[in-house]
């Protein structure tokens, strides 16, 4: 079943395409994630499927309806999405960012229920921030601040999550604990997750879905043993590569070719 669709999509910002005539589908309640070279449109295809950027041309569906002939509110109580590095008022504290979540059910005649109330203490609990929840979102570490703004994206009570980058400046330990909290909301709520990820180890990891794009479209899509092969990555990122079985998981494992170690040990031997 199919919870978002892009039907012939053409993205621009000014005169210059950089999506031009995608069709795509994102299947529900599974985790999907978007790779591509730098530049090559995966943030801007992200956003336009959050109702962030008007389409060129075509369109994108989200639950069987247009996405861009529904209002912000009813579009924010299906789908919540995680701009790449945002940024939270000085001195506001976790609770406070973790509340706005639940803006889309404010009104002038629907005040904060018990309902909110729950949402967002949920939501603090999945995350592991309950703890933090009187600190100041500055005053946090870069993997906690990330799990408090996914806190709120979970406060917003959608089945669709959108991340941009969500790994972005994290250290090895918090990637991998960010990763393991949306795999661990995908297993445990069925919740769809869409993201963009840079590291493809990571994505054939984590992904039951993986989406290659290039040239303004998708060059491959599927699951990872399918779409990551030696000639996707040369293709994608004109990067020569092996493709193996990472150990452990037994997901597919990219070694890209490179000098590094390989040139000065060539070069000890060489004079030894």
């Known amino acids: ?8 999509l053409t993205l621009s910002y000014g005169k210059e395409n ?20 730098n530049g090559c449109g995966k943030s801007t295809l992200l956003r336009s499927m959050a109702r962030l950027l ?13 996405i861009a002939k529904r209002s912000t509110k009813e579009v924010a109580k299906e789908l919540a999405i995680l701009p790449q590095g945002p940024v939270a ?37 999945a995350t592991n921030m309950t703890a933090f929840k009187k600190r100041p979102v500055d005053s946090l570490s870069g993997g906690q601040r990330q799990r408090a703004w996914i806190a709120m994206t979970l406060a917003q009570g ?44 990571l994505a054939c990891r984590y992904a039951h879905h993986l989406v290659a794009i290039q040239n303004k479209a998708v060059y491959s899509q599927g699951a990872p043993e ?10 994608v990122f004109r990067m020569p590569c092996q493709i193996t079985r ?12 490179g000098k590094g170690r390989m040139v000065r040990n060539a070069a000890r031997n060489q004079y030894a």
């Open 246 to 257: 990472d150990p452990l998981f037994g997901t597919p494992m990219c070694i890209p070719y």
């Open 1 to 8: 079943m199919t919870v978002l669709r892009a039907d012939d």
């Open 54 to 66: 008007q389409p060129k041309s075509g369109a994108v569906i989200l639950n069987g309806k247009e």
């Open 89 to 125: 008022p000085e001195g506001l504290t976790v609770l406070q960012l973790v509340k706005q979540g639940r803006f889309p059910y404010q009104s002038w005649l629907k005040q904060w229920s018990e309902e909110d109330e729950a949402a967002v203490e949920n939501a603090l609990e």
């Open 158 to 201: 959608t089945d669709t999550i959108l991340l941009d980058e969500p790994t972005t400046y994290l250290d090895m330990t918090h990637q991998i604990e960010i990763l393991d909290l949306l795999f661990e909301l995908n297993e445990k709520e069925k919740r769809t997750i869409v993201m963009v990820l840079h590291d493809l180890n």
């Open 226 to 235: 399918e779409v990551m092969t030696e000639k996707l990555v040369q293709d």
């Open 18 to 37: 950089i999506i031009d005539g995608l069709h795509l589908e994102i299947p529900k309640g599974e985790i999907t994630v978007f790779i591509g070279s």
